[in-house]
Nanobody, 116 residues
Framework: QVQLVESGGGLVQPGGSLRLSCVAS????????VGWYRQAPGKQRELVAA???????NYADAVKGRFTISRDNAKKTAYLEMNSLKPEDTAVYYC??????????WGQGTQVTVSL
C-alpha cells in the first residue's frame, strides 16, 4: 500500500503560478508511473500530465507549454509546476501512482482555484 499526499493548491489570480507536490509513503515510488489528474465541478476526471519511472512525460493539450511535471525519487515526491494559470484550470487536482492494475493509488486531492 502506498499513501500519497498532495499539497500546494490554493487561490491564485489568472496568469499566476502554483507548484503542487505529491509525497509518497514508499521508497518503491521510483518504479511507479505518476500522473496528475484534475476534476472540475460537473466534469469527469481528466489526465493533466504524466511521467514514467524513466522520466518520460506527456501532457494534455490544454496545459502544454504552461505546466511541467517532474519527480524526485530520492524525496519520493512528484511535482506539477503550473504557470500562466487560467480560470478553466480551476479544479481539484489529484496525484496517481501506478505500477500495475493492482498497484494503483490516489491521493486525497488539492483544490486549485484561479480567480480574480
Amino acid at each position: 500500500q502506498v499513501q500519497l499526499v498532495e499539497s500546494g493548491g490554493g487561490l491564485v489570480q489568472p496568469g499566476g503560478s502554483l507548484r503542487l507536490s505529491c509525497v509518497a509513503s514508499s521508497s518503491l515510488f521510483r518504479i511507479y508511473a505518476v500522473g496528475w489528474y484534475r476534476q472540475a465541478p460537473g466534469k469527469q476526471r481528466e489526465l493533466v500530465a504524466a511521467i514514467t519511472s524513466g522520466g518520460s512525460t506527456n501532457y494534455a493539450d490544454a496545459v502544454k507549454g504552461r505546466f511541467t511535471i517532474s519527480r524526485d525519487n530520492a524525496k519520493k515526491t512528484a511535482y506539477l509546476e503550473m504557470n500562466s494559470l487560467k480560470p478553466e484550470d480551476t479544479a481539484v487536482y489529484y496525484c496517481n501512482a501506478k505500477y500495475t492494475s493492482i498497484s494503483d493509488y490516489w491521493g486525497q486531492g488539492t483544490q486549485v482555484t484561479v480567480s480574480l
